[in-house]
């Protein structure tokens, strides 16, 4: 009796877990990717300004894109000098990336601007 109870609750604490992982992946993989794109932006522009090189900018984006395991989806320098970088990330999942429905979840894109200084 008491064991069957004990299985009960070890099953609906993993189902828990389970729905917690899967569902927050897309979360928390925006979070850090929106460090990224901020740190993949602000290096850009600083070495957009050092340089006028916006290809070597391009370069330093790709770089730390490619540091926080993501990709420069987008990348331009705008008249003002302000660099824009979008950045992409396909967050973790086991069962619900393969639903049409939820497939969108997990393909996360950030964007982020700087201005050089």
Known sequence: ???GWLVKIA??????GFLIVELGSPLLTKATLDG??????NDAAHEYFQSHDPDRAQQVATED????HAHLEQFSVDD???VHVT???QARSYVLHRFEQT???YNVHVSA???PK
């Open 1 to 3: 009796m008491i064991g």
């Open 11 to 16: 099953l609906g604490l993993a189902l828990v």
């Open 36 to 41: 990224t794109a901020h740190d993949a932006a």
């Open 65 to 68: 894109a490619d540091h926080g």
């Open 80 to 82: 003002q000098g302000v």
């Open 87 to 89: 950045l992409s990330k």
């Open 103 to 105: 497939k969108g979840w």
């Open 113 to 115: 601007s700087a201005v």
